[in-house]
T-cell receptor
Framework: GAGVSQTPSNKVTEKGKYVELRCDPI?????LYWYRQSLGQGPEFLIY????????DSGLPNDRFFAVRPEGSVSTLKIQRTERGDSAVYLC?????????????FGPGTRLTVL | RKEVEQDPGPFNVPEGATVAFNCTYS??????FFWYRQDCRKEPKLLMS???SGNEDGRFTAQLNRASQYISLLIRDSKLSDSATYLC??????FGAGTRLTVKP
């Protein structure tokens, strides 16, 4: 079956611009996670959704970052006033059960470059 | 102190060698532990969960030491195809920086 998909695969933007990154989880998966990964580092947790609600948003670095999942499936990560330090690969993952109970499946990521 | 720490390596080993990685975690209340594999410019993929009693999957063995707050991954008879970065994860969402393994002929 289809895995987790993310669009776009690459995004280049200028400092100060607004970007939206989209994640389509595996159909039926109730849990959805956003991470970002910089070169040579592991995935850094940003936010976890269980259904439509953000169950844990403690990883969002500041108020420029926001994520939604209005219908409990597709999620959008929104970054306002982008900074060069936001450049990273943004990974989305989903799992069939709440965090800790089931395997996470990762999407291929969106590579964000802020010039 | 970071929540999850790993030796970044790199580990360069010959084919057939046995290699072990450790990962320490700071939160003593952590309940779930995992090892992921990540190939260059690809997404992480679950290698195995780590159970309290330790578990084995073919050439791979994972162990948990709650008293010392670390998990380990042992790879026996390493293959060229085992070359990758190995990430540990705690409570599903906290990852280490990864350990790079290169297996050479």
């Amino acid at each position: 079956g289809a895995g987790v998909s993310q669009t776009p695969s690459n995004k280049v933007t200028e400092k100060g611009k607004y970007v939206e990154l989209r994640c389509d989880p595996i159909s039926g998966h109730t849990a959805l996670y956003w991470y970002r990964q910089s070169l040579g580092q592991g995935p850094e947790f940003l936010i976890y959704f269980q259904g439509t609600g953000a169950a844990d948003d403690s990883g969002l670095p500041n108020d420029r970052f926001f994520a939604v999942r209005p219908e409990g499936s597709v999620s959008t990560l929104k970054i306002q006033r982008t900074e060069r330090g936001d450049s990273a690969v943004y990974l989305c993952a989903s799992s069939a059960s709440p965090a800790g109970e089931d395997t996470q499946y990762f999407g291929p990521g969106t590579r964000l470059t802020v010039l | 102190r970071k929540e999850v720490e790993q030796d970044p390596g790199p580990f360069n080993v010959p084919e057939g060698a046995t290699v072990a990685f450790n990962c320490t975690y700071s939160n003593s209340a952590s309940q779930s532990f995992f090892w992921y594999r990540q190939d260059c410019r690809k997404e992480p993929k679950l290698l195995m969960s780590v159970y309290s009693s330790g578990n084995e999957d073919g050439r791979f063995t994972a162990q948990l030491n709650r008293a010392s707050q670390y998990i380990s991954l042992l790879i026996r008879d390493s293959k060229l195809s085992d070359s990758a970065t190995y990430l540990c994860a705690v409570n599903d969402m906290r990852f280490g920086a990864g350990t790079r393994l290169t297996v050479k002929p």
